[in-house]
C-alpha cells in the first residue's frame, strides 16, 4: 500500500468536496508511492493521468515524481483525504509509458531495490523535465575587426565555411581553441551576430531505405530471418553467433532497417561507449545519418537535448552503455545487444543488475524483438538456445576471403625473457617480420599504468592504498601512483615510507606503459599508439585513435580491453598476449570463460581483410583447456566442457547465486552485522549459504566489506528469498546492505 503524504499545515480542500487520490512514486530509494490530492481541473488548468511527470511538495521542498496509479482511501489510514498535500504542478514532457512503468516495478522486484532508485535511473536529467530553454548561437555578419588576432582569426576560420552556419558559443571556442570571451569580443564589434535556435535538439531521420552493403549468402539469410522478426512483431530474443569479421553488424542494421520502416525506435547497447567509433561511421554510412549516442561523457546541455528527444519521439535510434535501457522510449520496436557477452553490462554499484538480461526483460515486457550479438556468446546465452528459450543464427565464415588467425602458444616456461623484459624471442621475431612487410602489430596486456606493485627492496614494504585492499599502481607517465578502485593517488616517493630508504622502491611486474618502454627499445623507429582507458579520455579521443591505426598511421599499437572489442583494422596481421594467463586467477566462475572470450575476441582483431592472421599466446599453462581450445579453434568443445562443470556444481545458469554485501565505515558493526545475517539465513532444501567472510576487497573506499553467498535451484525464487532474509535482520543505517542477484563480481 503507497504511503500517504501529509501535512500538519491547513487543509488544502474543503473537506466536503470529493478528493481524489493518486501515487507518485519519487525518485528517492523509497520502498513505496506516497499519496497526493490532485487538484481541480481549474486549479492546475489540465488533467492529472497516470504516467505523468509532476512536482509535489515533500516536507520543506519540491521534488519531481511519477504518478504511478490511482489511490484509494486506506481503512487502516489515519489520513484523512482533507490533509493530503497536493500536486503542485503537471510538467510539460510526455507521460511515462505504461510499460517504462512495468519494467520500473520487475527490475526493482528482481534487484531487489527499491522502486524509487530504478525510477531515479529513468529520471537522470532533472533539467530535462524544465520547459525547453531556448538556445543562442552565433554567425557571421559583419566585416572584419580592424584588430585581427589570431585567436580571431582562428573563430572566423570555423564560421567561413559558406554555409552560414550558425553555432553556439561553446562549440565555437571549442573548435578555435579559444575562450568565449573572444567569441563574445567579435559579436561586440559586429563581426558575430547573435540568432536563436530551434529549443529541441534537430534529429535528422536515418534513410532506412537507404542500401547497405552487399550480403554474402550466410548474411543475407540471417538478416531475413531477423526483418521478419521485426516485420511480424511480437516478443523474441534471438542469439546473433558469428566469428570475428563476419559481419554481425551489416546484419542487424537490416533489422534496424526493418523496424525504423515501421516507424519505430531502435536501441543498440554496446559495452564501451568511447570506442565505437567505427559502429557509429558504418551506421551513418548506411542510413546517411548518425545516431544519437548516450553515455557518461555527454555534456548536460547535450544529455537534456537527447533525453527529449527520446521522450518525444524523435530519436530514432540510440546507440549506448548500460544506462541507455533507461531512456524514455515512446515505441521501441527493436533492442540490439552487441557483444553480449561482455562483463561491462554488468552494472556493480546502487542498483546492481545486468544490461543484457534486463534489456530481455525490457523486450519481453513490451513484445518487440531483441538481438543477442557476440563471437563469443556466454554460456548463460548458449544455454538458452539450448532450452529453446532463445533462437540462434550463426555465420561460421568471415566475410569475403578473409580468414580466421592462426593461433600458437608460446611456453613461457622454455622461453622466459631474461631480467625485467616480457617479450619472449618469438614474439619479437614475428613482430621485426610483421613490421617489415609494412603490416600493423597488436600487444595486448590487459593491465593499465607501468607496473601493478611497487615494493621496498629493503625491507619489502608493499605500497597499498589506505581507502582500499588493493596495491597502488604506478603510472609513470603522470609520475604518480594510483588506486584503480577509489582514485586516490600520490606522487611517486623517493624514499620509502616504512623504511624511509631513499632509492630502493622497484616496479614490480608489467603494465602497457612498462611494454611500451619495452618496445620503444627494440623498434625506436616504428610509431607506436598505447591505448587504455586511461590515455585515451572520451569519444572523441577514442574516435581519433581508432581512425589512425584504421588509415596505417601507427604500426604498433599496445592496448588493453578496450581494443579488443569490434574493432575492423585491415592492416593488422599479428596480435601478441603478453600474459595470457592473466585472467584465469582468482576464484571467479567464470575465470575460464572470461579469458577464453577476451582473448577469442583480441586474436580475432588480426587478419581481417586480404592478409592473413596470426596471433600469439604468451602463456605457462599452454596445456590449459582454455589455452588449447584457442589453438584447436574448439569452441564449442570447451564451453561444452564449462557447460558440463556448471550444470555439475549447480552453478549458473544451472543454479542461481545471490551475494549479500555488507559495508560500512565501522568495521566491528559491519561483522557483527554480517553475522546476524549469517544466522538469519534461509534454512531450507536446496539452499546453501556460504559465509560470512571478508570479501576479497575487504576495504573499499574506506568501507569494511563483509560477504555471504546464496545458493539455489534455478527454480527458486532467489529475489524474494534473499528479499525476506535481510528483512529479518535491523540494519543500522551506517551500515549499507546490498544485494546482488546473479553475481558476476566475487570481489
Not at 585581427?148 to 553555432?167: I, P, S
Not at 561460421?396 to 616480457?422: F, Y
Not at 550444470?647 to 559495508?663: D, H, K, N
Request: hydrophobic share 45%; charged share 20%; proline share 7%.
Amino acid at each position: 500500500m503507497a504511503a500517504s503524504h501529509t501535512s500538519e499545515a491547513e487543509p488544502q480542500f474543503d473537506q466536503t468536496a470529493p478528493i481524489r487520490r493518486v501515487h507518485v512514486l519519487l525518485p528517492l530509494p523509497l520502498a513505496s508511492a506516497y499519496d497526493y490530492a490532485v487538484p481541480p481541473q481549474s486549479e492546475t488548468g489540465e488533467m492529472i493521468e497516470v504516467g505523468d511527470f509532476v512536482a509535489v511538495p515533500l516536507g520543506r521542498r519540491t521534488v519531481i515524481g511519477v504518478v504511478w496509479g490511482e489511490g484509494s482511501a486506506d481503512p487502516d489510514n489515519a489520513v484523512a483525504d482533507s490533509r493530503l498535500r497536493p500536486i503542485a504542478q503537471r510538467l510539460p514532457v510526455p507521460a511515462m509509458a505504461e510499460v517504462t512503468r512495468r519494467f520500473v516495478e520487475w527490475l526493482a522486484e528482481y534487484t531487489c531495490a527499491a522502486p524509487g532508485a530504478v525510477l531515479r535511473m529513468t529520471m537522470s536529467v532533472p533539467a530535462a523535465l524544465e520547459p525547453p530553454r531556448p538556445r543562442l548561437a552565433y554567425t557571421l555578419a559583419g566585416p572584419a575587426p580592424a584588430r585581427m588576432t589570431g585567436a580571431r582569426q582562428r573563430v572566423l576560420a570555423v564560421l567561413a565555411d559558406g554555409t552560414n552556419m550558425a553555432l553556439p558559443a561553446a562549440t565555437i571556442a571549442e573548435l578555435a581553441a579559444v575562450s568565449t570571451a573572444v567569441v563574445r569580443g567579435l559579436v561586440k564589434h559586429g563581426t558575430l551576430h547573435e540568432v536563436q535556435l530551434p529549443a529541441e535538439l534537430p534529429v535528422p531521420e536515418p534513410d532506412w531505405q537507404k542500401t547497405g552493403e552487399t550480403l554474402s549468402d550466410d548474411q543475407l539469410a540471417a538478416a531475413s530471418a531477423l526483418k521478419v522478426k521485426v516485420e511480424s512483431g511480437g516478443y523474441s530474443t534471438t542469439l546473433l553467433d558469428g566469428v570475428t569479421g563476419a559481419g554481425k553488424t551489416e546484419v542487424y542494421l537490416e533489422a534496424v532497417a526493418a523496424a525504423l520502416a515501421q516507424g519505430r525506435q531502435v536501441l543498440v547497447l554496446v559495452p564501451e561507449i568511447g570506442l565505437t567509433a567505427q559502429w557509429l561511421e558504418r551506421f551513418e554510412r548506411r542510413f546517411g545519418t548518425a545516431p544519437l549516442a548516450w553515455h557518461s561523457d555527454l555534456g548536460a546541455a547535450r544529455r537534456r537535448l537527447t533525453w527529449r528527444a527520446v521522450a518525444q519521439g524523435r530519436a530514432r535510434v540510440v546507440v549506448g552503455a548500460r544506462s541507455a535501457l533507461f531512456l524514455p522510449y515512446t515505441d521501441l520496436g527493436l533492442i540490439v545487444v552487441d557483444e553480449e557477452h561482455d562483463a561491462a553490462f554488468k552494472q556493480e554499484d546502487g542498483v546492481i543488475y545486468h544490461a543484457r538480461d534486463m534489456a530481455v526483460l525490457r523486450a519481453s515486457l513490451g513484445e518487440i524483438p531483441i538481438v543477442l550479438v557476440s563471437a563469443t556468446p556466454s554460456l548463460e546465452s548458449r544455454v538458452n538456445v539450448e532450452t529453446g528459450r532463445y533462437d540462434s543464427l550463426h555465420l561460421p565464415n568471415r566475410i569475403g576471403t578473409a580468414e580466421l588467425p592462426q593461433i600458437e602458444a608460446v611456453d613461457m616456461r622454455g622461453e622466459a625473457p631474461p631480467g625485467s623484459q616480457w617479450l619472449s624471442e618469438t614474439l619479437i621475431t614475428a613482430m621485426k617480420e610483421t613490421l617489415e612487410a609494412g603490416e600493423q602489430v597488436l600487444l595486448f596486456l590487459n593491465r593499465r599504468g607501468y607496473a601493478p606493485l611497487t615494493l621496498c627492496r629493503t625491507c619489502g614494504h608493499r605500497l597499498q592504498c589506505p581507502h582500499c585492499t588493493a596495491w597502488l599502481v604506478e603510472h609513470r607517465f603522470h609520475g604518480r601512483l594510483q588506486c584503480h578502485h577509489c582514485g586516490f593517488n600520490l606522487r611517486q616517493p623517493e624514499a620509502c615510507p616504512e623504511c624511509e630508504a631513499e632509492g630502493t622502491l622497484v616496479a614490480c611486474g608489467p603494465g602497457v606503459e612498462r611494454l611500451g618502454e619495452e618496445v620503444d627499445a627494440l623498434f625506436p623507429d616504428v610509431p607506436r599508439m598505447l591505448i587504455a582507458s586511461d590515455t585515451v579520455r572520451g569519444p572523441e579521443a577514442a574516435a581519433e585513435a581508432i581512425r589512425q591505426i584504421a588509415e596505417g598511421e601507427v604500426s604498433l599499437i599496445i592496448g588493453t580491453q578496450i581494443v579488443a572489442k569490434g574493432h575492423h583494422f585491415p592492416m593488422l596481421t599479428l596480435v601478441g598476449v603478453i600474459d595470457a594467463d592473466l585472467g584465469l586467477q582468482g576464484g571467479d566462475l567464470r575465470a575460464a570463460e572470461r579469458t577464453y572470450q577476451m582473448l577469442h575476441q583480441v586474436a580475432g582483431r588480426a587478419g581481417r581483410a586480404q592478409r592473413p592472421g596470426r596471433a600469439l599466446l604468451q602463456t605457462y599453462m599452454p596445456e590449459h583447456p582454455v589455452m588449447q581450445a584457442l589453438i584447436s579453434g574448439e569452441r564449442d568443445s570447451f564451453m561444452a566442457q564449462e557447460r558440463r562443470a556448471r550444470e555439475f556444481q549447480g552453478l549458473p545458469p544451472f543454479g542461481r547465486l545471490v551475494a549479500l554485501i555488507i559495508s560500512g565505515q565501522n568495521e566491528a558493526q559491519v561483522i557483527d552485522i554480517a553475522r546476524e545475517l549469517g544466522r538469519a539465513a534461509p534454512r531450507q532444501q536446496d539452499v546453501e549459504v556460504l559465509g560470512p567472510a571478508p570479501a576479497p576487497l575487504s576495504l573499499l573506499r574506506g568501507r569494511f566489506r563483509q560477504r555471504l553467498l546464496m545458493k539455489c535451484q534455478r527454480g527458486t525464487n532467489a529475489s524474494a528469498l534473499a528479499r525476506t532474509w535481510v528483512d529479518r535482520v535491523n540494519v543500522p543505517q551506517q551500515v549499507r546492505v546490498a544485494i546482488d542477484v546473479d553475481p558476476y563480481s566475487f570481489l
